[in-house]
């Protein structure tokens, strides 16, 4: 810590912490350089690819347009906490079976963005889906694995039978 920075106190991924960041570290840096979150990835800097996702008190942001300081009192989620040790959470299985990745340096971007979906609990159709996650930008793979992904982990998270194609199914 020096003279110029900011004392931050956040909880990340459930875990209550303290750390230091000078006052014009923005949050993206802050999450990888000095916290270690390095799953957290940095493109553009600029807000335009969306590589920086994480959760923010339950909202999808780029956090290369916040400020570390900002963090202070925030409740942080990132990509790291997805996984159960070496068992992949439901949603990283999703964009698993639906090859959603390629070289993987969007996806925790997406499955970021795509928590943040799931955690307002409504349906969406693949057209929703494709405007929700076009805040992140994907070189690799055509978005086609990606969607697919999202969509089907979004019907997951719905009560058994809500969901319009479940219901077809069900009346089969
Ligand atoms: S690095 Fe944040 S939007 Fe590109
Ligand atoms: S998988 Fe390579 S940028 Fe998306």
Not at 23 to 49: I, K, N, P
Not at 91 to 118: D, I, Y
Not at 141 to 160: D, F, N
Request: aromatic residues 4%; negative net charge; hydrophobic residues 35%.
């Amino acid at each position: 810590m020096t003279l110029n920075e900011n004392e931050i106190t956040l909880t990340i991924n459930g875990e209550s912490m303290r750390a230091w960041a000078p006052s014009r570290m923005h949050a993206a840096d802050f999450l990888r350089q000095r916290l270690g979150y390095t799953g957290t990835h940095v493109g553009c800097e600029q807000g335009v690819c969306g590589m920086c996702t994480v959760m923010v008190d339950g909202q999808a942001v780029k956090s290369c347009l916040m400020l570390a300081a900002q963090l202070d009192g925030a409740e942080v989620r990132t990509v790291e906490s997805l996984a159960e040790g070496e068992n992949l959470s439901a949603l990283q299985q999703s964009f698993k079976r639906h090859h959603g990745l390629q070289c993987g340096f969007c996806t925790p971007g997406f499955l970021m963005l795509a928590s943040s979906l799931a955690a307002r609990g409504e349906t969406m159709s693949r057209e929703q889906i494709r405007d929700e996650i076009s805040g992140v930008l994907c070189r690799c793979t055509g978005y086609e694995g990606i969607v697919r992904a999202v969509e089907e982990y979004l019907q997951l998270q719905q009560p058994k039978g809500s969901h319009p194609q479940q219901a077809e199914e069900a009346s089969r």
